[in-house]
């Protein structure tokens, strides 16, 4: 120690003549950050309340709640976070992991209420000073990324593998595929609500990633007796709504189903799913129709323990699933797959029996307790514009089945295709591979009203159908069919401007000075199928009520105003598998509150 | 002949009176002879490190027996871990030690990234060797000025706070946090440096320069800090390894322990840097060996600068967080925190919820083990003053 060491200290007093350091007021003479982890702020219209922050936060900050003004539809729970601040340690995880990019944080520093229940706030939807404020935390740009916003890839036969066979086109996911793909799921069950059937989907997905395939089984047919069909063909409405969809692809729900379904052997449903005894009530249920909702609704109500029996007017079971779709997309061992385990069911079948002709419908009522009515729309329909009487243009529908059934049919060398949709595309692709089989050459011309972009028929359709070379010209409204000494030449169109007016009626406007011609030798009509009814006798339709629309009125359990007597699948809800398969399922328990006496309102007519 | 300074300073109390040694060579404490009293020195004690006490037994002004009680922080973390996926582990450890969090992070992040076998991207492990030294210097500019404050003299640690929020503010800038940054996360780190950084934390460093100089002057060449410091709580070096001392507290007692240079990590083995020792380990020294640590950060954050690329990927790809589970195993991963070696021993059972996580730190040889004996036969005055020394943190004690 030395003198200096008394004198340095001194030093300190410098620091006297220097500027103060302290910010004053820290709110305004200083601003947060950008990066700031201040408070929260949603957009409110952005979020769709898949609650991921929710499940994030580990202090159990954030709850999802109604919100006045937010409904629920699909794709939206209708509730929003409310951050709870006497818990937040604003990690900022509840943004990082955000599906849509809709939470952030303020850089705002400072907030002092007396009242100690405002802390406890919605963002976006109390008012915050902040909520307009564009600095502060936001999901890091970049590689970051809390989950994969890309899908794990598919597998598809390469075109020239598949433009000349019916082999499956889709390959499936490999365990590991399908384990990646299943990792991306966040388990928010937004898509539960959209999907008609109401699947377990975020349960039966944590299943794949479990490799437990039994259970993944199991969670399929609580709400869908025919996953494999489902699990190739569905229109995955979920898909379209699923929450990783809105920064990234969306799950590949759908092939996971499928995945699972594949996992199981058929030997091993009874033992899995637990139904190698059933107990019989000894009531008995006619179903007409082996199409998704006559088979789930037998399905469901063999469970019950009714006894059931399928009248098929076809030789086969499955509908539209096996006659309407072409083998490439759904392989027929397949649909045995599902259909043969509802049959071992105990439910019977009896084929080529037309309810109506063969057997009547006062019949079935005499010897069945209930009916359940899901026939279908097998009747194509016509544009009925001049020349579709030619014996030459034909529908999609017949064509399809009569492919299924192993019939000979009429290939064109040029063939026109009018339609938009999934069958329009099935059947240009089904004529592709029989022209390339038969000419060595495919030339067929797919046109539709709509545009592209607002074709009803699935994107990966329209691309297939182009890989395999058809080619495929949307937006054009078909006007007359050129026929020349008794053969066709082709089709005149005219340019579609819109479909709709603005009342949201169908009615289609047209540029009639924008005229193309479709050179063809063929043509093959789907714009639609309808219904037929003939079995509904005079007597029975006398007294079922039909709703302004012309369609068969029914309630929430496709009971119709006959009791006895239930509608569902496709003639109730339109085209499309899942609703058969969902509405099956509630007409069952529908059949089953009619029968068991358990319905709260029971009718006698 | 005594230099005149130190006889102004001379005092040499009597220890040969009390306490008595018993037959078991250890000392006769007779609460009831009136001649020893019981102090709780904290919990709420502004010369005690945070939330602990210390159960002293003295006479007249000097310690006779010491114990540390904890418990006053009830918090539970390493139980907690037990149950929140390793995500969310994240924002929980980081409160095992306030002053210094970046230290958990990094643990942590790197523990489950081993035992996942993730590769983290070298800019992500650049932005975290940046966050782990301006934590350390952030605690050093804090600390050692802090030392002096511990026998009244406050104004260092006055201008030390300021020198530390510039740091912080850069941290706020960075991390978008200043004192728990919540940065370094498995796979990576949670931003890039936002665009003129270097040159803020550059100008920010080049005051701490100057700032270094002048606590040379205040504190290390100042009389009374000099005389309180020199000699007093001595550890001899056959404590060092019986106690598991680590850090700078090892370094002052002449050991070359340093966790970024004997288990190299990240990008330290790219950096020019010494062992920083001293050998008289006491209070002075070991305040010597922090002063010196401090100069180093300083240099290495340049290095850092220096060596950093502009781009790059910040996070690795992992599997989605809310569902990762790690492998079944278990590893040890340490750094080097501005108290000594940091370690987390992780357990996985492979599901996704860590089975253990345990912290090692400093703080529970320093501040139990160590402290209670270091205390005994030392002047009540000096009991802050040796326990800042060994920079000790009940938050990592009981976690
Ligand atoms: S910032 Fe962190 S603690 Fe706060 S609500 Fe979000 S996830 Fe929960
Ligand atoms: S599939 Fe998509 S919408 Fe459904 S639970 Fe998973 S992340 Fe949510």
């Known amino acids: ?297 037998a399905h469901y109500l063999s469970l019950m323990g009714y006894e059931c029996t399928i009248y098929e007017k076809l030789p086969k079971t499955g509908g539209m699933m096996r006659f309407g779709i072409p083998e490439y997309r759904l392989p027929y061992d397949q649909i045995d797959k599902d259909i043969d385990y509802i049959l071992s069911l105990g439910v019977h079948i009896i084929y080529n029996t037309t309810v109506g002709k063969d057997i009547t419908l006062d019949q079935l009522k005499r010897d069945y307790d209930a009916v359940f009515a899901a026939t279908g729309l097998h009747q194509g329909r016509s544009t009925r514009i001049e020349g579709t009487d030619h014996r030459h243009v034909y529908q999609a529908t017949d064509l399809l089945r009569k492919v299924t059934l192993g019939e000979e049919i009429h290939v064109g060398r040029r063939i026109v295709v009018i339609g938009g949709g999934n069958v329009a595309m099935d059947i240009t692709r089904t004529l592709a591979r029989l022209q390339r089989l038969k000419y060595g050459e495919v030339r067929i011309i797919t046109t539709s009203l709509e545009t592209e972009d607002a074709m009803p028929a699935d994107s990966e359709e329209v691309v297939g159908s182009r890989e395999e070379g058809a080619t495929v010209i949307p937006g054009w409204a078909p006007r007359k069919i050129d026929i020349a000494e008794d053969e066709i030449k082709g089709l005149h169109v005219v340019q579609c401007l819109s479909l709709f007016d603005e009342k949201g009626a169908f009615n289609p406007q047209c540029n009639f000075d924008n005229h193309r011609f479709f050179e063809g030798d063929m043509i093959v009509e789907s714009i639609g199928q309808g219904m037929d009814l003939v079995y509904l006798t005079e007597g029975i339709k006398e007294h079922l009520e039909m709703t302004p629309r012309g369609r068969i009125r029914v309630d929430d359990y496709f009971q119709s105003s006959i009791p006895w007597l239930f509608f569902g699948g496709d003639i109730i809800q339109g085209p499309d598998v899942i609703h058969g398969i969902a509405n099956g399922h509630k007409a069952a328990r529908g059949i089953d509150r009619f029968l068991s006496g358990t319905a709260d309102k029971q009718q006698t007519t | 002949m005594i230099d005149p300074v130190q006889k102004i300073f001379r005092f040499q109390p009597d220890r040969s009176l009390y306490p008595e040694t018993g037959a078991d060579g250890k000392p006769v404490i007779r609460l009831d002879s009136g001649k020893f009293i019981k102090v709780w020195q904290g919990p709420n004690h502004p010369g005690v490190t945070g939330n602990m006490s210390l159960e002293l037994t003295i006479s007249g002004d000097e310690v006779v027996e010491s114990k540390t009680h904890v418990g006053y922080l009830h918090r539970g973390f390493e139980k907690l871990f037990e149950r929140r996926r390793y995500i969310q582990c994240f924002p929980t450890c980081i409160r095992m030690c306030v002053p210094e969090p970046d230290t958990n992070e990094y643990n942590l992040a790197r523990g489950t990234e081993e035992l996942a076998g993730i590769e983290v991207p070298e800019t992500a492990n650049w932005l975290r060797m940046l966050a782990l030294e301006m934590a350390r210097l952030q605690v050093l500019l804090r600390m050692v000025p802090g030392q002096a404050a511990t026998m009244g003299l406050g104004l260092g640690a006055q201008w030390g706070m300021y020198f530390r929020e510039l740091i912080l503010d850069r941290f706020e800038e960075l991390t978008g946090g200043r004192i728990y940054h919540m940065y370094i996360l498995p796979g990576g780190v949670r931003g890039m440096m936002p665009d003129g950084f270097r040159e803020r934390l550059g100008e920010n460093l080049k005051k701490i320069d100057g700032f270094i100089k002048d606590i040379d002057k205040l504190i290390f060449h100042n009389a009374v800090f000099r005389k309180r410091t020199i000699g007093i709580g001595h550890i001899p070096a056959d404590w060092v390894d019986h106690y598991g001392i680590t850090g700078p507290v090892a370094r002052a007692a002449g050991f070359k322990r340093d966790v970024r240079k004997d288990y190299p990590y990240l990008y330290y083995h790219q950096i020019n840097f010494d062992y920083n020792i001293e050998h008289d380990s006491d209070v002075f020294a070991r305040f010597l060996v922090r002063r010196k640590d401090l100069e180093t950060t300083v240099d290495i954050l340049r290095q850092i600068m220096a060596k950093m690329p502009e781009k790059g990927i910040i996070r690795a790809e992992t599997p989605n967080v809310l569902h990762w589970r790690i492998p079944k195993g278990e590893t040890y991963v340490r750094c080097e925190s501005s108290r000594g070696e940091y370690g987390f021993y992780m357990v996985s059972d492979g599901s996704m919820y860590p089975r253990r996580i345990n912290l090692r730190g400093p703080s529970y040889t320093h501040a139990v083990s160590v402290l209670e004996r270091l205390l005994v036969n030392a002047n009540i005055s000096d009991i802050s003053s040796i326990m800042v020394s060994l920079a000790t943190c009940p938050p990592e004690i009981e976690r």
């Not at chain 1, 922050?53 to 999802?64: F, G, H, P, S, V």
Request: charged share 30%; aromatic share 8%; net charge negative.
């Open chain 1, 1 to 297: 120690m030395s003198i200096k060491d008394i004198l340095s200290p001194f030093s300190g007093w410098k620091k006297v003549f220097d500027e103060p350091v302290v910010v004053k007021d820290p709110v305004n003479d200083r601003p947060g950050a950008p990066r700031y982890r201040g408070f929260h702020r949603n957009d409110i219209a952005t979020c769709i309340g898949c609650g991921t922050c929710e499940t994030i936060c580990e202090n159990e900050a954030i709850d999802l709640v109604p919100v006045q003004g937010i409904e629920t539809r699909d794709g939206d729970s209708g509730l929003r976070p409310r951050v709870d601040y006497g818990r937040c340690c604003w990690c900022a995880l509840c943004v990082d992991v955000c599906t849509t990019g809709s939470l952030t944080l303020s850089n705002a520093y400072i907030w002092v209420d007396e009242d100690p229940g405002v802390y406890r706030f919605t963002p976006g939807v109390d008012d915050m000073p902040w909520q307009r404020e564009e600095k502060g935390w936001k999901k890091p740009e970049g590689n970051y990324e809390f989950y994969s916003l890309k899908r794990e890839p598919m597998e598809h036969l390469r075109p020239e593998e598949r433009n000349d066979s019916f082999a499956e086109m889709v390959r499936g996911f490999s365990k590991e595929q399908a384990m990646r793909e299943a990792d991306r799921c966040v388990e928010c069950g937004i898509c539960v609500a959209t999907c008609p059937a109401h699947m377990g989907i975020p349960e039966y997905i944590r299943a794949v990633r479990d490799d437990d395939m039994e259970r993944g089984l199991k969670i399929l047919y609580d709400t869908n007796p025919l996953p494999e069909i489902c699990g190739r063909i569905c229109t995955h409405k979920c898909e379209t709504v699923c929450s990783i969809g809105h920064r990234g692809e969306p799950v590949s729900i759908r092939w996971l189903k499928r995945y699972i379904a594949d996992q199981n052997p058929s030997e091993k449903y009874k033992q899995i799913l637990e139904t190698g005894v059933l107990d019989k009530n000894g009531k008995k249920v006619a179903i007409i129709g082996s199409g998704p909702a006559g088979l789930s609704a």
